[in-house]
């Protein structure tokens, strides 16, 4: 009897993590996506504590104020894509490329590290790849205008400081793997092309760069291509060997004299 009646606790216990796990956190309003809703949570103490997860960089930024001064310094800032990316291993010289990415983060919240991790760092260019967790709703909802003034904020700000600017394309996303659903879900390729759309055009109408990542990485059925992406949203090593060569004809076009 003993025996059985610490199985049924156990069982219990196992019961109720799981029903737990699957609950919104208390104050956070449910987004419908169990995966999502977790992440949230996580991440209360940024959220909270450093919005724009400033502590991450700051002794990097320091540092790098005091070295010398680089004429094909480029600034990579970003979310997880960029984060992941190891750049040192995919640009050569003469390019000095400071990666400046953050997991999970939103054009919110880089707009509020920009000034520490780009502006300060008075870099040559920025290529800015963001927006993907923006349309996901990672730091709550946001509309296609709110995420549009953020792109412009930027830009206005590199600008005043006489940064050029490279503005990627959202990357699209996949369903093809059970992993790769939600984060597919989370991501409509209707609000991602029309983001990709304002991007192209507002670079071409303010003289600034426009990296098409979308078209070399899209398939047939208008999603990451398979091979390119182990989880359906984040290009493994194949999508950024892709990646790579694009961005540095943008960067280069960004560099070029203006007469």
Known sequence: ???YLERLAFILLLATIAVSAQQPTPGIPSTGFPG???YRASRIAIYTDDF???KRYRQSDAALKNAPASHYHVVFIGDSITDYWKLDDYFPKPYVITNRGIDGQTTSQMLVRF???VLDLRPNAV???AGTNDVAGVTGRTRNEDIEANYASMAELARVHDIRVVFASLLPANNYSKDAK???ALRPPERILALNQWLKDYCA???FVYLDYFSALVDDKGMLKRALSDDGLHPNAAGYKIMAPLAEKAIARALA???
Do not use: A, I, K, S
Request: net charge negative; proline share 4%; no cysteine.
């Open 182 to 184: 939600e984060n597919y």
């Open 36 to 38: 999502l809703d977790q």
């Open 115 to 117: 000034r520490q991790d």
């Open 52 to 54: 724009g997860e400033l």
């Open 127 to 129: 290529v800015v790849l």
């Open 257 to 259: 004299p203006t007469y």
């Open 205 to 207: 109408q303010n003289g």
């Open 1 to 3: 009897m003993r025996n």
